[in-house]
């Protein structure tokens, strides 16, 4: 019932040249692939290049941040609007690298979504725990403040155009994964909580992403618990093989 996505955040890599080679390796090797929504996000350089090589592959163009207003004095930032403009459909708001260095808090997060949305983006919406919070036993009240301060405002009617991804900070880039296990309990807890916050059916229709250190090894495990509906993956998306073999396990597996 719900579309499985399998997103790539590139993060600060690639130029223009070699992301459109990139993307040139990764339309063949998923051309066969149907089920499972497929979303790459380079940097804003490349967003337009990118553009022009996806052609009809399918495939879905994402930045990976953008700014609240839609034009003014706000040197180096980027509109919704603009976004749209070069064929972004997607924008991922509030990775927790924007929060550790630039200074992102649920705040700024609340007010990117809100935009983003209203600009008729689809929003993939991040959230995680670091480590200490995990360890001081906070993991559930951190992701409750997270979800309803940054959809402070938003209404159940534009949920087709919300996606959450459920990304541990202590699992970025790091190597490790939460267990299957860990990571299916919290994305039952998220998906409880759209339901107190909204409703059930809202809760049952969102699509939850897991991210953190995901693989063509983990990817079936985690895809196969009840409440993970994709992957937003950094790392092993940058090499077309290694992100293929995440899209077609997560076919796969549904
Ligand atoms: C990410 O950047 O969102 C991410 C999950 O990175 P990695 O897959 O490298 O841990």
Redesign the pocket.
Known sequence: MRKPVIAG?W?LYNSTAEAVKLIDELIPLVSDTALTEIVVAPAFTALSAVKKALADSGIQLAAQDCFWEEEGAYTGEVSPMMLTDVGCSHVLIG???RRQFFGETDKTVNKKLKAAIAGRLTVIF?IGETLAERESGNTFAVLRRQIAEALTGFSETESDRLII?Y?PVW????GKTASEGQAQETHAFIRQLLSELYSPDMASRIRILY????KADNIGGLMSQPDIDGA??????LKAESFAAIVRFAEFQE
């Open positions: 955040n993060k990775h927790s690298e991040c991804a990304e699992a970025i880039g790091t991210g953190g250190s995901v937003l993956v950094g790392g092993a998306s």
